[in-house]
């Protein structure tokens, strides 16, 4: 089992960077892969990107890609979010997500969630 805690967040102006980080417990930590997704009031949970358990494949959602960025470090047992070029509607709550398996795009691919960082960007 592994616990998440987000951080970084905070408010920016649009144009501006933010990078958030994601600290796993546990050993394990290089057994998992790991995904950023995030939630903009009144709407649905989506993805924003993920990072198979090597490092060798990561994944954006198509919106997003040239923008941000998600790397890790397995020796830090932390998983990053570099988000470059925000926009307002990039306004929400993200939530860092981990599984065993795979870098899955989807939701219900992931078994441990954090509690979220909240991302507002202005105009």
């Known amino acids: 089992q592994v616990q998440l805690v987000e951080s970084g967040g905070g408010l920016v102006q649009a144009g501006g960077s933010l990078r958030l980080s994601c600290a796993a417990s546990g050993r394990t930590f290089s057994s998992y892969a790991m995904a950023w997704f995030r939630q903009a009031p009144g709407k649905e949970r989506e993805f924003v990107a993920a990072?198979?358990?090597?490092?060798?494949?990561?994944y954006y959602a198509g919106s997003l890609k040239g923008r941000f960025t998600i790397s890790r470090d397995n020796a830090k047992n932390t998983v990053y979010l570099q988000m470059n070029s925000l926009k307002p509607e990039d306004t929400a709550l993200y939530y860092c997500?981990?599984?065993?398996?795979?870098?899955?795009?989807?939701?219900?691919?992931?078994?441990?969630w954090g509690q979220g960082t909240q991302v507002t960007v202005s105009s």
């Open positions: 997500a981990a599984n065993r398996y795979y870098a899955y795009t989807r939701l219900s691919g992931y078994d441990y």
């Open positions: 990072i198979s358990r090597s490092d060798d494949s990561t």
